[in-house]
């Protein structure tokens, strides 16, 4: 536990306010109920909306970095989060037609908003702590994210899906004022006037983060399938969404157990390996379903899934902060986290579409991609790159390929 000491208070206290944001975040989980439901859309108006709003997301995830490395990535934070707010709380208030911009316009926001709180954690935390800063996030926000849909089903029936609007839009905004609390404006990151390098020439000097972020675009389209066809393939041998149910909260409490300590156990392992494993294990996972159609192979694989996102994803998140240049910090984070979010708008219509004219073609090709993706990252770390991108440098510098965590003051 030691290791945790070196995670600044202000993560802790960020971890504090995205797990309040995350566990009131009801819409993402029944956006497409109340569209088909209260709304009264076909449910191929619900999916366009829906679509929609992915793009959105995914957008955001893109550009929210940029934004901060110009402005800063606190006040980055803070206007997204206000503007998402209110644009989310608004939402049942809105006619119908207004959906089709409102809806994209407050996921782009919420992209903005991870992004932005990635970079914001990157900037404040020294290099050699940021895998179990990140690892912290992001368990505040499964945790988040697990419990808080059971009370959104209960306000949807008792009351109104109107409910989870206004509760959604409000833990926005409380994330901002709680942002804008725990993280002083004289501690934030500003932008450095100067010329500076462009992010293009920053990434062909760091041909491993090249080869990291195409990996993680491969996996990001083979793991969203336990979202989309995983359900489908379910339902046609035979399990009912009970089943399902049962395979993500699987998924959740192995998160909330096991990411954390794991982050902790490996921190001085070389990043490279320990992402590049996760992804042959998000591989595998599907390759389990190959055993045969049936409970086991269907728990194997969402344990396996679950033990290579624990692995690949507060890792790979650490390993682009730590090899960004101090200027380029949020577009960094803002390219990885674009590429890892990639799959809400690939993943449904390219594995739907195998699925539909060659159903026992999917897992087999999943297995395979997951594997090629795992290999490419592992053989990553051969790539050589200049000596000066293998030192520890000023803030947001690079980290060296050992692994070993290298300490730098706390800014």
């Not at 606190?74 to 989310?88: D, E, T, Y």
């Not at 208030?93 to 908003?113: E, F, H, S, W």
């Not at 992402?275 to 049936?294: D, I």
């Amino acid at each position: 536990m030691g290791a945790l000491r070196d995670v600044p208070r202000t993560v802790w206290l960020l971890a504090a306010g995205v797990f309040v944001n995350a566990f009131v975040a009801f819409t993402f989980v029944f956006v497409f109920v109340y569209l088909t439901g209260p709304r009264g859309l076909s449910v191929a108006e619900a999916g366009v909306v829906s679509g929609l709003g992915g793009v959105g997301l995914v957008a955001g995830n893109f550009t929210g970095g940029w934004y901060g490395d110009r402005y800063g990535h606190r006040r980055v934070l803070l206007a997204a989060s206000l503007v998402g707010g209110v644009l989310i709380a608004a939402m049942p208030a809105l006619p119908t037609p207004a959906l089709y911009a409102v809806l994209p316009l407050a996921q782009y926001g919420a992209g903005v908003i991870r992004s932005a709180n990635s970079a914001l954690v990157a900037v404040t935390v020294p290099e050699g702590a940021r895998r179990q800063a990140f690892a912290v996030i992001r368990s505040a926000s499964n945790g988040g994210i697990t419990l808080g849909p059971p009370l959104g089903a209960l306000l949807a029936t008792a009351f109104s899906y109107d409910w989870l609007f206004l509760a959604d839009g409000i833990g926005t905004l409380f994330f901002a004022y709680w942002t804008a609390r725990v993280v002083p404006a004289r501690g934030a990151a500003r932008p450095k006037a100067g010329r500076t390098p462009g992010i293009w020439r920053e990434l062909r000097a760091r041909p491993r983060v090249l080869v990291l972020l195409g990996a993680i675009l491969v996996i990001d389209l083979v793991y969203r399938q336990q979202y989309s066809t995983f359900p489908v393939y379910l339902g046609d041998h035979g399990m009912d969404a009970r089943v399902y149910g049962w395979m993500i909260a699987v998924n959740g409490g192995l998160i909330l157990c096991l990411e954390l300590p794991t982050a902790l156990a490996l921190r001085a392992r070389p990043p490279l390996a320990i992402v590049g494993t996760g992804l042959v294990l998000v591989g595998a996972g599907y390759a389990a379903l190959l055993l045969g159609a049936g409970i086991g192979p269907a728990v194997a694989m969402t344990a396996l899934l679950t033990l290579g996102e624990i692995l690949y994803k507060s890792t790979a998140t650490a390993y682009v902060s730590d090899r960004a240049p101090e200027h380029a910090q949020g577009r960094f984070q803002s390219l990885y986290n674009g590429v890892s979010v990639s799959g809400v708008i690939l993943s449904p219509p390219l594995g739907g579409a195998l699925y539909a004219v060659a159903p026992g073609l999917l897992w087999p090709v999943c297995a395979v991609l997951g594997a090629c993706a795992g290999l490419a990252v592992l053989v990553a770390g051969r790539i050589p790159e200049r000596a000066s991108l293998r030192v520890s440098g000023a803030a947001g510098g690079s980290a060296t390929e050992t692994g070993s965590p290298a300490r730098s003051p706390a800014g």
